[in-house]
C-alpha cells in the first residue's frame, strides 16, 4: 500500500501502487548500520513518480496531526495494523530489555513506542530523563567548535540559523524541526535530566518517528551510550530517503 495526498491534506492508503511510503511486508522492516549500530525502518518513505519534491512526508504528518494534514480513523488502524504485522514478522530484530522514545512535542513517538512495546512485550521507560538543551546551551557550544562544512551553501544556512537563536529569549529550548535537515547534524541539542533510571545491563531500544537526518536518534543514542547503557538498536516508524 502506498499513499494518496489528497488537495485538502487528506491522506489515504491506496492498495494499488507503493507510491511516497512502501508499506508491503516483502521490503519491510530496512536496516542500516549508522556508527556501529543498526538502525530499523517498519516502513520505507520514498519519492513520489509524479513529483521529486514529493515524498512520504505527509503519512507522518497525518498521524502527527501538523501541517493541516488527517487521516480517519480506519486509515489509521490500517496503518498500525500493518505496522504490527511488519514488526512480528522480523521481531528477532528487535530484542531488548527495554524500549525509550526520544523527546517529541507530539504525541505519536510516545503512541508508537507504547504500541510497539506492546507487540513485543517489553517495558517502555519513560524518556522525560532526555531533554532539549536551550538557545543559550546550544549556541554556547557552537561558539567553542570548530565545525568544517562541506561547501558554501551549508555554511551560510549554519551561519542563519546561530543568527535565528540569537534573536530568541536564552532559555528557549531548541526544536530541531524549524532547523534545515543539512545542519541539523551540526548541532548536539540534547541532554540529560536527573534522576536517571536505572539502566545498567539493560539493552534498549531507541524509538522516533521518522529517520530526517538522524540527529535526534543518534544523539540520545550517544547520551545513552555515555552513561553505559547498551543500545540494542534504533527504530524509527518512517525511514529516511
Request: charged fraction near 25%.
Given at each position: 500500500m502506498g499513499i494518496n495526498v489528497h488537495d485538502d491534506n487528506r491522506v489515504e492508503f491506496d492498495?494499488?501502487?507503493?507510491?511516497?511510503?512502501?508499506?508491503?511486508?516483502?521490503r519491510n522492516m530496512s536496516s542500516k548500520h549508522v556508527q556501529g549500530v543498526p538502525y530499523h525502518f517498519i516502513f520505507r518513505r520514498k519519492r513520489s513518480r509524479a513529483s521529486d519534491a514529493a515524498d512520504g512526508n505527509p503519512l507522518i504528518y497525518a498521524l502527527k496531526e501538523m501541517k493541516g494534514f488527517r487521516m480517519?480513523?480506519?486509515?489509521?488502524?490500517?496503518?498500525?495494523?500493518?505496522?504490527?504485522?511488519?514488526?512480528?514478522?522480523?521481531?528477532?530484530?528487535?530484542?531488548?530489555?527495554?524500549?525509550?522514545?526520544?523527546?517529541?512535542?507530539?504525541?505519536?513517538?510516545?503512541?508508537?513506542?507504547?504500541m510497539l512495546g506492546a507487540w513485543l512485550g517489553i517495558p517502555v521507560i519513560a524518556g522525560d530523563f532526555i531533554g532539549k538543551k536551550t538557545v543559550s546551551q546550544?549556541?554556547?557550544e557552537a561558539q567553542a567548535g570548530n565545525p568544517q562544512f562541506p561547501n558554501s551553501y551549508v555554511h551560510g544556512l549554519y551561519k542563519d540559523q546561530i543568527k535565528k537563536w540569537q534573536a530568541l529569549p536564552a532559555n528557549t529550548q531548541?526544536?530541531?524541526?524549524?532547523?534545515?535537515?543539512?545542519?541539523?547534524?551540526?548541532f548536539?541539542?540534547?541532554?540529560?535530566?536527573?534522576?536517571?533510571?536505572?539502566?545498567?545491563e539493560r539493552s534498549v531500544l531507541v524509538v522516533d518517528d521518522i529517520m530526517a537526518s538522524g540527529t535526534s536518534l543518534r544523539c540520545t543514542i550517544e547520551l545513552l551510550q555515555g552513561q553505559g547503557v547498551r543500545v540494542a538498536s534504533g527504530v524509527c516508524f518512517l525511514s529516511g530517503l
Open positions: 492498495d494499488t501502487h507503493q507510491d511516497r511510503v512502501d508499506t508491503s511486508l516483502a480517519d480513523a480506519a486509515c489509521r488502524t490500517l496503518v498500525m495494523d500493518r505496522a504490527q504485522q511488519v514488526v512480528l514478522k522480523d521481531r528477532a530484530k528487535l530484542a531488548a530489555d527495554a524500549i525509550i522514545s526520544i523527546p517529541s512535542s507530539y504525541s505519536f513517538c510516545n503512541e508508537f513506542s507504547e546550544v549556541l554556547a531548541v526544536a530541531l524541526k524549524h532547523v534545515d535537515t543539512k545542519i541539523r547534524p551540526y548536539n541539542h540534547l541532554a540529560l535530566n536527573p534522576p536517571l533510571p536505572n539502566l545498567q
